[in-house]
């Protein structure tokens, strides 16, 4: 199994993921963006199909299209509505309102607004009425023929505003979280490797109830509805392109380079 890295990102998580391969002896290759649309300069010689790719979006699609195995985690299920259907009430934002940045509706005068798919066109954000019109029409003005990632028929979807408490980030790998990390507690940055009882208790629960792919991240959320603490479910990302905050990289290179296995390591 080869790991194909795209270049240019210098977080934290990211130089760990590549000291953990170095570490666990994994053939690795970082790969740049040829500019202006040119795709990606590959290693010489590669000829192998077996291979696992971290990086954007737009990389995480090319390795699906060149259709390396597994190459990457990402499918159709990666999409909020869908999550809606099986996780329910469970979803954080079960409430939410689907429509395109030109027809859709705002009811609320604040509100949370993201893309209904997991191609970070946009990042998730607070926002209030008067701010999305003025938003709506800049986009509305960009002349077709003109490049730009977000256009009016880009599907988004509003929901209300929660009050979170903790913020969580869960990779699952074999219907097993594998590693994690706390990411964000109130509207601060909180990097913390770990992860209470109650929280992974509660992944085990929404694992069991559904998976979107064999490999994902999973985001989980305590929240207060009336004063009393509740576990819900954030989001569901692609796992071979989210932050990977402070996850034990070793566990997260091991499990997705074994998957399929070795499916009675414990992880945790």
Not at 80 to 89: C, G, L, M, N, T
Not at 202 to 209: C, E, G, P, S
Not at 226 to 253: H, Q, R
Request: aromatic share 14%; proline share 3%.
């Amino acid at each position: 199994m080869i790991w194909l890295l795209q270049s240019g990102f210098n977080d934290g998580g990211y130089l760990s993921l590549i000291e953990s391969l170095e570490r666990l002896s994994i053939e690795y290759y970082l790969v740049d963006v040829i500019p202006f649309g040119g795709g990606y300069k590959l290693p010489d010689g590669l000829t192998t199909k077996d291979i696992i790719v971290y990086g954007s979006s737009s990389f995480i699609q090319f390795a699906k299209d060149q259709c390396w195995t597994p190459g990457s985690y990402i499918n159709d299920n990666f999409a909020v509505d869908v999550w809606a259907k099986h996780y329910k009430e469970e979803l954080l934002n079960s409430d939410s309102m689907y429509g395109t940045i030109i027809n859709i509706e705002i009811p609320y005068e604040h509100f949370f607004i993201r893309p209904v798919y997991d191609n970070k066109k946009f990042s998730g954000m607070l926002m209030h009425r008067d701010e999305f019109e003025s938003w709506r029409s800049k986009i509305l003005d960009i002349p077709d023929e003109e490049y730009s990632t977000i256009k009016g028929n880009t599907e988004i979807c509003i929901s209300t505003i929660k009050q979170i408490i903790v913020e969580y980030r869960l990779f699952v790998v074999d219907g097993k979280v594998v590693t994690g990390s706390e990411y964000k507690r109130g509207d601060c940055v909180a990097y913390y490797e770990f992860i209470p009882e109650y929280i992974l208790e509660y992944a085990k629960t929404v694992i069991d109830m559904w998976v979107p792919d064999n490999a994902f991240c999973l985001d989980i959320a305590e929240i207060l509805i009336d004063d009393k603490p509740y576990c819900k479910v954030l989001e569901i990302n692609c796992i071979n392109g989210c932050g990977l905050y402070m996850a034990d990289t070793d566990k997260y290179v091991y499990a997705l380079t074994n998957q399929g296995k070795d499916n009675d390591k414990d992880y945790l």
